[in-house]
DNA sequence: TTGCCCATGTAATTTGTTACATGATTTA
DNA sequence: TAAATCATGTAACAAATTACATGGGCAA
């Protein structure tokens, strides 16, 4: 390890918590108290769409940690039951850490993307150059799909004045849906000018230079 | 759970192995053998930039199944040291596998984004308008650096014509970076205009808050 | 001779998923 | 009254990270 990557090490005792944790908290920074389900349902047509879908069982975990903490507190709706429905809600010490989080110098770091279809591309040497089009194809009429998901969101989200911000971020996701849309439709001219009129090498083997 | 989840289940008995084992077959697909620590090196100089950037020890230990399967072979250069030099090559069967998972009809599934910029977006309301500001032209600066990385990993790879794949995740990965810049400029000017009509009215202005 | 890069690995821990179990309420 | 949805949770496991340990080779 060099030193200046000894040097990003954590001093302090209390450990961070993870993104999944902001995130729920930061979901529970809007008024109004929520049930797990609930969170989980609204995540899924918003926080979805740029930076996370978690599983249910995972929400609440999170919020079990999270009221721990003292950062959230719950009400059950039965008086004694066993398994009763809970609503959440932030408490000043958890607005004030998610503040702190959110609104802190602290770098947001590189967004991070997974794009299963471009590996496919990449490793496009393996695949029927028909089959890799079909791919595209078939991401295209999905990224067509979420688009209009998005747009739905944004049509909630847009009317209320106190869903400004997230309604920001849902605008920002409208257009990056298009210009991944534009991408695809580049990236099939690409494919089909490097399978067309040159006919390049799709044989996998012969000797060939080292990388790097 | 519905039903239709359900049916999604498998009922195969050998599980399926995760994206990143076939992500680090795929690095070994191309000619050539290569060490865990080399291909740590070119995964952060390709496929980092829209599918993945693993661990080393991460690395390592995918690498030791690949074998274990039979998907990979290596070869120690020292006779019998401990702990040698170890190159990796993929073999038949590891080819086979990876034809079928690369270019089967199976769903390369949407692709997933996590934007630590967008959730600190949507949580706009927590911060200073001047520090989310501040936080998209870091994001914008940064996203420089990386499209300069891109541009710099497809100089090397579009010289050679067995790169020709990689070259166009590549140039994918180029657009795409030139249109998550301009998203950041947009996403900035959206941020100025809620900030900007809202807030303090400067009398010399007047009005049309919106900059170009 | 210090420090960086190359190179491999183990251990501990955390994060996150899938599968399962349970039962209430709502809708067709 | 059957099915879907609402709602919470446990258990087992898989994936992945961080920290640590080790040591060779090379260059300022």
Do not use: C
């Amino acid at each position: 390890m060099t030193n200046s990557q000894k040097q990003k090490k954590q001093e302090s005792g209390k450990r961070e918590l993870p993104p999944t944790a902001w995130a729920v908290l930061g979901l529970l920074s809007f008024p109004g108290e929520r049930t797990g389900y609930e969170l989980k349902k609204w995540a899924d047509s918003s926080l979805r769409f740029f930076y996370w879908s978690p599983a249910i069982s995972q929400i609440y975990a999170e919020l079990r940690r999270l009221e721990e903490l003292g950062y959230a507190a719950s009400a059950r709706s039965g008086p004694e039951e066993v398994r009763a429905k809970r609503r959440y809600a932030i408490t000043e010490a958890g607005r004030e850490a998610l503040a702190g989080w959110a609104g802190g110098t602290a770098d947001a770091g590189p967004p991070v993307l997974k794009h299963g279809l471009l590996l496919r591309v990449w490793l496009g040497h393996l695949a029927e150059p028909e089959r890799l089009r079909a791919m595209v194809d078939e991401h295209l009429e999905r990224t067509r799909g979420e688009l209009a998901a998005v747009r739905e969101a944004l049509a909630e989200a847009g009317e209320v004045p106190e869903w400004a911000f997230p309604a920001l971020a849902l605008r920002w996701s409208e257009r990056q849906h298009l210009a991944e849309l534009e991408l695809g439709e580049a990236l099939r001219t690409d494919l089909a000018a490097l399978d067309g009129p040159a006919g390049v090498a799709r044989q996998a083997d012969g000797d060939a230079p080292t990388p790097g």
